[in-house]
């Protein structure tokens, strides 16, 4: 394509010499690499290659290159200086018959008329030998007249870096964070599946298998959308086309068998397991079949809540024995270990201090999270108060954005907590978003710390956010005869809170046999 381009830009004349083939015989070979040739001269990548090229001994390709050869002879009468483009696979075969003055041509055979089509943007990575994405950026640096040499490795990072802008924009708060660190670390995973397969560039199975695994589910489905974009430059005039896995759909809806004539490096076509975003128009369908008197929760989402719900209270806990420390000048023995400022603070008696923690008193059956603090009412709407479904589950009282406002399948929400308040043992308590005994609260997170307080059977409660509690705060839970102990969000990483903050919310209990196959991470 390059070299006709060029040759109209300089008005060369350009002459087709290939055999006319009613149907065309595939003859693909295994070369190495393209990417190799921007490193190694086409003479040493030539030398490589020519040693490997088996002899033709289909018909058709004996027949194409005959009839090439003498086609060459004819145009040499009438030009000083021929460009042959071919395949490499084919070129030791056409000079070898070039040479031979006693070559004959073969019959062109009838072929149909030929038509031309535009192919339907969205099916091009059927069609195309690289990402549209990528030749979408050949194109646009052509007609901007910037450089080109690097696009093949460059094109990949633009081609992440703005998949990360739009996976960013599409999930919000919810998107895990893309750092620069994981990118490299997604790079090099790129590069040592590339190699596996013996290539130097990747492909797109490759590029997404890689992000599945590194980025997450949710950057694989953008990447991939991202990767099979092609930028518009204008319309042409033709009927449009849809491609396939090797064949393509015409406009009047037959489907034919499609072929390259240049198919280079043999294409294998592998399926990866991915769960796009369902268009808008599925999603209202789905949140218009909605049963308003039938939820639940999804079980796997509930296991891991309720774990970290335990990893808070121990954490909590251990921070109350620490309240409760006793320094003692060493003697005997370190007890439960050395304690480092107040060794420090009487350094220049050259005694050691050691500490000794209590067995803590007194147990924790209520956890507090509130992820969002301040949280503004209008971006959580969705509050309820849900009984556990069984002994080792928690009374659940929340607050979390509108379930209805992203459906992932039918009957099944998606809902981001804004704050929750865990109970156990569990043990039926009225709704907290109904109960008039805390009308007094201002604040989402004031009616979720007070309904804690209440219905707490132990002295404290643990709550988990970013800031400490202020005086508010701590003077609701003197009403109610409680303390607070803070643990600190920061202590948890980003990443971690962003995925527990997730979770579905489904249409009764029969959706769970199905919803596993349309819930996903980000």
Not at 188 to 213: C, F, G, K, W
Request: proline share 7%; aromatic share 10%; with cysteine.
């Amino acid at each position: 394509i390059a070299a006709l381009r060029i040759a109209l830009q300089e008005r060369i004349p350009r002459a087709f010499i290939d055999l006319e083939t009613a149907r065309f015989s595939d003859a693909g070979a295994v070369l190495p690499d393209a990417y190799a040739l921007k490193k190694t001269s086409l003479e040493r990548f030539a030398a490589a290659v020519l040693p490997t090229l088996e002899r033709p001994d289909d018909q058709q390709a004996v027949d194409r290159i005959r009839t090439m050869a003498v086609r060459l002879r004819q145009l040499e009468q009438d030009y000083e200086s021929i460009l042959l483009v071919c395949s490499i696979t084919d070129w030791p075969w056409i000079r070898e018959a070039c040479l031979d003055s006693t070559t004959t041509a073969a019959e062109d055979e009838a072929v149909e008329d030929v038509q031309i089509y535009t192919v339907d943007p969205t099916t091009l990575v059927f069609f195309l030998g690289e990402l549209p994405w990528i030749t979408g950026l050949y194109e646009r640096a052509r007609f901007e007249l910037d450089d080109d040499g690097n696009l093949s490795v460059d094109g990949i990072k633009d081609l992440a870096l703005t998949t990360r802008d739009r996976y960013r924009a599409a999930l919000g708060a919810r998107a895990r964070k893309i750092t620069p660190k994981l990118l490299s670390v997604w790079f090099q995973y790129v590069r040592n599946l590339s190699l596996i397969e013996r290539r130097l560039t990747p492909d797109l199975y490759t590029l997404v298998v890689a992000a599945q695994q590194i980025l997450g589910d949710q950057y694989a489905v953008h990447l991939t959308e991202t990767a099979r974009e092609y930028p518009d430059f204008g319309r042409l005039p033709f009927e449009t086309l849809r491609m396939g896995v090797e064949q393509a759909r015409l406009p009047d809806g037959e489907v034919c068998d499609m072929m390259s004539r240049l198919p280079g490096h043999p294409v294998s076509w592998r399926s990866c397991s991915l769960k796009p975003t369902p268009p808008p128009r599925q999603q209202e369908e789905w949140r218009m079949r909605w049963n308003p008197y039938r939820q639940c929760s999804w079980p796997e989402e509930d296991v891991t809540i309720e774990k970290f719900r335990t990893h808070v209270k121990d954490v909590a806990l251990s921070m109350l024995g620490n309240d409760l420390a006793r320094v003692e000048k060493f003697t005997t023995s370190f007890r439960d270990g050395l304690d480092i400022r107040e060794t420090l603070r009487n350094w220049h008696t050259g005694d050691l201090y050691v500490c000794e923690y209590p067995p803590t008193r007194g147990s924790l059956d209520c956890v507090v999270m509130l992820f969002d603090s301040p949280a503004d009412p209008r971006d959580y709407p969705y509050r309820i108060t849900w009984q556990a479904e069984h002994h080792d589950e928690s009374t659940l009282a929340l607050f979390a954005t509108d379930y209805r406002q992203e459906m992932v399948g039918p009957g099944i929400g998606l809902s981001n907590y804004g704050g929750a308040m865990f109970l156990f043992p569990p043990r039926p308590v009225p709704d907290i978003w109904q109960d008039p005994r805390f009308d007094f609260a201002d604040t989402l997170e004031e009616r979720l710390v007070a309904a804690a307080c209440l219905h707490s059977r132990e002295k404290h409660v643990a709550i988990l956010s970013h800031s400490p509690p202020g005086a508010v705060w701590r003077r609701l839970a003197r009403r109610f005869g409680r303390k607070l102990l803070h643990v600190p969000l920061g202590r948890f990483g980003n990443q971690t809170v962003a995925q527990l903050r997730m979770f579905h919310v489904l249409n009764g209990q029969q959706v769970r046999s199905y919803a596993a196959h349309f819930i996903r991470k980000a």
